[in-house]
């Protein structure tokens, strides 16, 4: 049951922050879309390293001097794989004029919730990998340390999910269906999550190969879409001030809590 709960909690973390737009007038302002935007990449940076990358190699010790090599390949498959995804299925970012993918007739409200989609694969991943190294017996995760990658998650989810049910808000949605469109872009976690779970679980040896696997996604959408959005307009110091504390804050989760 533990692993039940670790893996909802990001996903409740989405559906409270989508749950802002019944409370919010107006959508964010750029400072706080910049300053949530570098939290969120800061909690992925540092849960890619403490919670997936180092466990991976570690994992992977009786190999040696080679023990960097799942870790390795199971990084560059995930970078591989969103790459992949970003080309084949059609998104606009709340940010961005521009639909990125194949062309499509779809609405843009639609493509603001792929989008976020697609960022939230890897997320929900990660979490799965790590509750499937937890429930494997393996001494690298335990419970309080798949926990706080949960909470991280969770953390930087709920900002996530205002940043998507406002603009569909703005689009015209109404709240209802704004608020429904942020939760369903945050259900592909627990669906990530348990399907990970079962692969890991059918494939204990691959572990090493699924940790970083979600490393590599989770750092692709920080460079590819994250630090960009943080950065756009005007010239600001906020996106990276709040880079810090997210890194940090999760640091501090994982390494206390592990």
Same mark, same amino acid.
């Given at each position: ?12 973390? %989405? ?21 949530? %935007? ?70 843009? %409200? %639609? ?148």
């Amino acid at each position: 049951m533990e692993a039940f709960y670790g893996i909802l909690v990001p996903f409740l973390g %989405t559906s409270l922050g989508a749950a802002c737009v019944f409370f919010m007038k107006k959508s964010l302002s750029d400072a706080v879309q910049r300053s949530l %935007t570098g939290f969120a990449a800061g909690v992925m940076v540092a849960a890619s390293v403490w919670s997936l990358l180092i466990p991976a190699i570690e994992q992977s010790s009786a190999m040696g001097k080679l023990s960097f090599l799942p870790a390795f390949l199971g990084f560059w498959v995930g970078i591989l794989f969103l790459l992949l995804l970003d080309h084949v299925v059609p998104h606009l970012h709340a940010k961005s004029g521009q639909v990125e993918g194949p062309k499509s007739q779809l609405q843009r %409200t %639609t493509m603001m919730v792929l989008a976020v989609t697609l960022h939230n694969i890897p997320e929900g991943m990660a979490v799965g990998v790590v509750y499937a190294g937890y429930l494997s017996g393996s001494a690298q995760i335990t419970a309080a340390g798949a926990l706080a990658l949960s909470l991280g998650i969770a953390i930087q989810n709920f900002p996530e999910g205002a940043i998507i049910s406002l603009p569909l808000r703005a689009e015209g949605m109404g709240k209802a269906r704004a608020f429904w469109g942020g939760v369903l872009s945050g259900i592909v976690e627990p669906i990530g999550a348990v399907l990970t779970i079962l692969a890991a679980s059918l494939i204990v040896p691959a572990l090493p190969y699924l940790l970083s696997f979600a490393a590599g996604a989770m750092l692709y959408v920080v460079v590819e879409e994250l630090i960009p959005e943080m950065s756009q307009g005007a010239h600001s110091n906020i996106g990276t001030v709040f880079f810090a504390v997210g890194f940090s804050l999760m640091m501090v989760l994982d390494v206390a809590l592990g």
